[in-house]
Each structure stands twice: as structure tokens, then as C-alpha cells.
């Protein structure tokens, strides 16, 4: 069988393609970035300067959560995002009612956006968790430390780096609702 330019050139449209969706990006994993960005990508896709970076993370303070200000940490494994962290607690001017009532407003926002969530209780610290089929979400409030503090985690669930993994989670599964921030 002979190969022609006709054919080299399907076969070089058929692997950019297939390039193009693996690579392709459908919706964020959180707020505006995808897991495995890099963190270059994250800095690139955030609006506000970074208050703190190094090798593993980046951490943003002052960051827009729902009508009210809390801290944001992204974590790496090498140069590929792993997680991403809201953080929200009591200081002189947020009190332990400003965050228990925060954690009902934001736990109601997320089950509108990902549905009913699994709740368990241990003493002073409740935590609720959702699984979509990228990410776990876990939002945890309790007196912890240096006082009542709540936080929301993103986890990335395909950080395998086996990309038919990856490809196999791009299906059809969105979110309920979309919710600026969550």
C-alpha cells in the first residue's frame, strides 16, 4: 500500500484533534482553572496578585467568596495543581457568627451547584462532602486552633497522570447550578 500526502495529511488531522480534546477545556474545576494547570496557568487565570508564593503553593488573601472576603490556597504535586482551598475565620472583626453563618449560606450554594451533600458530625466540627467525577469538595466548619474558622476544599480526584483516565472523566456529568466562586 502506498502512503500520499492525502493520507499523511488525515492522519496528521486525526492526532491534532484528538490532541484537541484531550487537551481541550470544557468547564473549570474551580473557579476559572483545571486540574494538572500549572502554576504559571493559575497565576495567569487568577484577576488578583498573589500574597504568597513558593514552590508547592500559592496563596491569595482577600479573595471574593459570595458577598464576603476569605483567603484562597492553591497546592501543587510538581508543577500540576492538586488542590484549592477557601478559608474563612474568626479575626477582631469576623465573629463566630459571621462564620457559622457563612458555612449555612455557602453549604446551600454548593448543594444547589453539586446537589445533596454526605454530612458528618464529630463534636464542634461538621463537615459535608460531594464527589463529582473530577473533583471532591469538602466543606468543613468547627472551633479549630485559634478559634471558629471554615473551610472549603477542592481535591482533584484525576491527578493520576494516566491521561485515559483523565479522558474517561470528560463525559457528559455537569453541575446543577453555576455559582460565581464555587
Not at 487565570?45 to 483567603?71: C, F, H, M, Q
Request: hydrophobic fraction near 35%; aromatic fraction near 10%.
Amino acid at each position: 500500500m502506498q502512503i500520499t500526502y492525502q493520507h499523511l495529511f488525515y492522519a496528521l488531522l486525526v492526532q491534532l484533534t484528538m490532541a484537541g480534546q484531550l487537551r481541550a477545556q470544557q468547564t473549570a474545576d474551580v473557579r476559572q482553572v483545571r486540574w494538572g494547570f500549572s502554576p504559571k496557568l493559575v497565576k495567569e487565570a487568577e484577576s488578583l496578585k498573589p500574597t504568597s508564593t513558593r514552590k508547592d503553593k500559592i496563596v491569595y488573601s482577600r479573595v471574593p467568596l459570595v458577598n464576603r472576603t476569605g483567603g484562597l490556597e492553591y497546592d501543587f504535586n510538581g508543577d500540576s495543581l492538586l488542590s484549592a482551598t477557601y478559608y474563612y475565620y474568626t479575626t477582631p472583626s469576623i465573629t463566630q457568627s459571621d462564620v457559622t453563618a457563612a458555612s449555612t449560606e455557602l453549604e446551600g450554594l454548593l448543594a444547589e451547584k453539586y446537589g445533596p451533600g454526605k454530612i458528618v458530625q464529630v463534636g464542634e466540627l461538621r463537615t459535608v462532602n460531594w464527589l463529582t467525577p473530577r473533583t471532591q469538595i469538602r466543606l468543613a466548619l468547627g472551633n479549630v486552633d485559634r478559634g471558629w474558622s471554615l473551610e472549603i476544599v477542592y481535591l482533584c480526584r484525576v491527578c493520576s497522570g494516566d491521561p485515559k483516565v483523565d479522558s474517561q472523566t470528560k463525559g457528559s456529568w455537569k453541575a446543577k447550578k453555576e455559582i460565581n466562586d464555587l
